[in-house]
């Protein structure tokens, strides 16, 4: 099992930036990803490592954000650049179960950003 802590929300404006942290604990980082959800709509997958470091971005953020790993630290990062608008959504680090010996995922709690002016 992991257990996965999201940090690093907050408002902004737009063309502004942040860097979410997903701090793991419970077992070794491998497999992870970051989803966002914003109001009315489904959850939206964005950005996905698989254990080699290999990254998937949806288009939607692709040049905009990097997903990274810090092994030492056991925590992911979701660094995010020229922020828009329609980027506010409530931001979940994910973690595919079956990576981590379990028939189900695992979330964090969600942390919010919102690009606003």
């Known amino acids: 099992q992991v257990q996965l802590l999201e940090s690093g929300g907050g408002l902004v404006q737009p063309g502004g930036s942040l860097r979410l942290s997903c701090a793991a604990s419970?077992?070794?980082?491998?497999?992870v990803g970051w989803q966002r959800q914003a109001p009315g709509k489904p959850r939206e997958l964005i950005a996905a490592m698989n254990s080699a470091g290999d990254i998937n971005y949806a288009d939607s953020v692709k040049g905009r954000f990097t997903l990274s790993r810090d092994n030492a630290k056991n925590t992911a990062y979701l660094q995010m650049n020229s922020l828009k608008p329609e980027d506010t959504a409530v931001y979940y680090c994910?973690?595919?179960?079956?990576?981590?010996?379990?028939?189900?995922?695992?979330w964090g709690q969600g942390t919010q950003v919102t690009v606003s002016s």
């Open positions: 994910h973690a595919p179960g079956p990576f981590y010996g379990s028939i189900r995922d695992f």
């Open positions: 419970g077992s070794r980082l491998r497999d």
